[in-house]
């Protein structure tokens, strides 16, 4: 039975069970990264604050007791790990971790960078009945959305659009 070294592998979990795949590892012994960040969701006139993991179905564990493969693949919410064409683990070298954990907050989880477009920027839509129309980037109204402003029928329109929707023009 294959024996894992001291450094970083990705576990693959199954759909949506990363934190009862995680809560099992920990269990067993093994160092867990779970990257995490915070997005709030407005949903019937409601802001809540939900977490999400940064790689969905992925985390990274090392395993520092030695623990056999077999036993991390039939842990619960685990549906494998990332591995080599010989079966051995993909290693993550230590840099990659570091440079996931150096954008944490205070709070442990990864800061997003909101601020993706500034003002004038030259900006697509990429989702809605607007699909592909060009537009400029006015202002961010808040973390989720911003201003546009769009040359409909002659005419230029300034609307409020969900920042998922744009995307740069190139």
Same mark, same amino acid.
């Given at each position: 039975?294959?024996?894992?070294?001291?450094?970083?592998?990705?576990?693959?979990?199954?759909?949506?069970?990363?934190?009862?795949?995680?809560?099992?590892?920990?269990?067993?012994?093994?160092?867990?990264?779970?990257?995490?960040?915070?997005?709030?969701?407005?949903?019937?006139?409601?802001?809540?604050?939900?977490?999400?993991?940064?790689?969905?179905?992925?985390?990274?564990?090392?395993?520092?007791?030695?623990?056999?493969?077999?036993?991390?693949?039939?842990?619960?919410?685990?549906?494998?790990?990332?591995?080599?064409?010989?079966?051995?683990?993909?290693?993550?070298?230590?840099?990659? *971790?570091? %440079?996931? @954990?150096?954008?944490?907050? &205070?709070?442990?989880? #990864?800061?997003? =960078?909101?601020?993706?477009?500034?003002? $004038?920027?030259? *900006?697509? %839509?990429? @989702?809605?009945?607007?699909? &592909?129309?060009?537009? #400029?980037?006015? =202002?961010?109204?808040?973390?989720?959305? $911003?201003?546009?402003?769009?040359?409909?029928?002659?005419?230029?329109?300034?609307?409020?659009?969900?920042?998922?929707?744009?995307?740069?023009?190139?």
């Amino acid at each position: 039975m294959k024996k894992m070294s001291n450094n970083w592998f990705c576990i693959y979990t199954n759909a949506r069970e990363e934190q009862i795949a995680f809560n099992e590892l920990l269990h067993l012994g093994l160092d867990i990264y779970f990257p995490r960040y915070k997005r709030t969701i407005k949903h019937a006139r409601k802001c809540q604050e939900k977490i999400f993991s940064l790689f969905p179905r992925y985390f990274f564990a090392k395993n520092n007791n030695n623990v056999s493969f077999s036993s991390i693949r039939n842990t619960r919410g685990v549906s494998d790990y990332l591995h080599n064409c010989d079966g051995s683990p993909f290693r993550v070298k230590q840099e990659v *971790i570091d %440079l996931i @954990k150096s954008r944490e907050d &205070s709070s442990g989880y #990864i800061k997003i =960078n909101s601020q993706r477009f500034t003002n $004038g920027d030259k *900006i697509v %839509l990429t @989702k809605g009945i607007l699909s &592909s129309i060009k537009a #400029i980037f006015l =202002n961010q109204s808040d973390s989720e959305s $911003g201003k546009i402003l769009i040359n409909l029928l002659g005419r230029e329109h300034i609307l409020p659009t969900p920042l998922d929707y744009l995307d740069r023009q190139y």
